[in-house]
């Protein structure tokens, strides 16, 4: 078992398979050149697998596959497939854009892959193309469509931003309910590598928006997520509030770059590479490396210190 120094049981591990991404989305990356990074720069499958096992086998029970974009790494579904068939029953997950979706599906599915969550801001193909500076909506959409026929347990999560969508969240969430979907209404996480003349929701801003036409039943708190459940009539949508204390009191979780670098916590620049001990096959000195990094796990995030802290992490290195 896994434990911080402040005794939060660390299970959950996100994995971001490649920095690189086919979207430049004003909230994440929208001057960042489209590139690449030099193949022997990354672990490759079989070394992240490699940690994966020394992970779960110390107690990791949940991954997500993250990227940049992780459907832009040529063979996922074969690493997803790896930890599949080392723990059938481990929580296995994926964040995508979607808009290759429709095509990976079913061999994602083949593979053992359990849940997806797709990101989706808008229901407007001109919106959309704005935000992410490419012609993407009706890909996205057909992805969610072909998850969902499939039988994968599908998330929506939508990044709510000041006129730009504001006034789109309650067809959002009309949407994801005619679905039977859940979605995920995410405050926007300032970084230096966004759009500076961006401003997001707060989560009381979003609510008195969505109050416009429902009413709000019962919230909740859910259980090692950073996500505060709302019950609306026979539909329950999310929140997720980066910049309360709340977000890190239960955080469970820790990160691996494509590149080896296992971070404790998103909103820090900490980290300790776990490269060259599995470039060795050292398993031994990739345990002792986690076990640091989960001593290095700092109690709060940095926007719970200062007020309107700006990371400087760039969440697609990390997956956000």
């Known amino acids: 078992m896994l434990i911080d120094k402040y005794g939060r049981k660390i299970n959950y591990m996100r994995i971001s398979v490649t920095q690189r991404c086919n979207f430049r989305c004003l909230y994440c990356m929208p001057k960042i050149p489209f590139d690449w990074v030099p193949k022997e720069n990354l672990l490759t499958f079989e070394e992240m697998f490699l940690f994966v096992k020394v992970a779960i086998d110390e107690g990791?029970?949940?991954?997500?596959?993250?990227?940049?974009?992780?459907?832009?790494r040529k063979d996922l579904d074969v690493f997803i497939s790896m930890i599949h068939n080392y723990k059938k029953d481990i929580d296995l997950a994926i964040t995508t854009n979607g808009?290759?979706?429709?095509?990976?599906?079913?061999?994602l599915k083949k593979a053992g892959l359990k849940r997806i969550n797709v990101s989706l801001d808008t229901l407007d193909p001109k919106k959309a193309k704005m935000i992410s500076q490419k012609e993407v909506l009706s890909n996205v959409l057909a992805g969610i469509e072909e998850?969902?026929?499939?039988?994968?347990?599908?998330?929506?999560?939508?990044?709510?931003l000041k006129n730009l969508n504001d006034n789109e969240l309650i067809?959002?969430?009309?949407?994801?309910?005619?679905?039977?979907i859940q979605i995920r209404f995410i405050e926007f996480m300032e970084n230096y590598h966004a759009y500076g003349k961006l401003q997001g929701l707060k989560s009381n801003e979003i609510l008195e928006i969505l109050k416009q036409k429902y009413k709000i039943i019962s919230s909740r708190k859910a259980q090692n997520s950073p996500v505060t459940l709302y019950e609306i009539n026979d539909y329950t949508f999310g929140i997720i509030d980066p910049h309360?204390?709340?977000?890190c009191d239960t955080c469970n979780r820790i990160r691996l770059s494509a590149d080896g670098l296992l971070?404790?916590?998103?909103?820090?620049?900490?980290?300790l590479s776990i490269k060259e001990a599995v470039k060795r096959k050292d398993?031994?000195?990739?345990?002792?490396?986690?076990?640091?990094?989960?001593?290095?796990?700092?109690?709060?995030?940095?926007?719970?210190?200062?007020?309107?802290?700006?990371?400087?992490?760039?969440?697609?290195?990390t997956g956000g």
């Open 60 to 72: 990791i029970s949940k991954i997500r596959i993250t990227g940049g974009e992780p459907l832009l």
């Open 147 to 160: 998850a969902i026929n499939l039988g994968f347990k599908v998330k929506i999560n939508t990044v709510a």
């Open 283 to 317: 398993l031994k000195a990739a345990v002792e490396i986690l076990k640091e990094v989960l001593r290095n796990k700092p109690e709060k995030n940095k926007w719970s210190i200062v007020d309107n802290e700006t990371s400087s992490r760039a969440f697609y290195q």
């Open 244 to 247: 309360s204390h709340e977000f």
């Open 263 to 271: 971070i404790p916590c998103l909103y820090y620049d900490e980290s």
């Open 99 to 107: 808009y290759f979706l429709k095509d990976y599906a079913k061999d």
């Open 171 to 180: 067809s959002l969430l009309e949407y994801a309910k005619s679905l039977n």
